[in-house]
């Protein structure tokens, strides 16, 4: 059901009373089909790789932004693996497109 290629590192702990702890999740394979079908024919530029969800922005030190990044993590931000683990959980199909967030991909 998985799919883990793409996953979300999650450091909130709400996973923990959903779904086994892990520290990873990833979004469901039928849900980035889906995205990148609707994104193909209107010729929507896109990148599938893995974000970084935190509780805290004050969490988002430079040494573990640098981290992340070494991780593979394009982005930050705080929600994605609390849908992903509640959509799990509850048995949807669910998906998440990034499209503004805390950009670590870059070195500023």
Known sequence: ML????????FDKVLDNIIEPSREISINKKAIRAIKNVLKPHKCSYLLGKTWSTDSVYRETKDKMKLRKDEGCLVAEMECSAF???AEYRNV???QMIYSGDDISCDE
């Open 93 to 95: 199909v669910l998906g």
């Open 84 to 86: 992903c683990a509640i």
């Open 3 to 10: 799919n883990k290629e793409f996953p979300i590192l999650e």
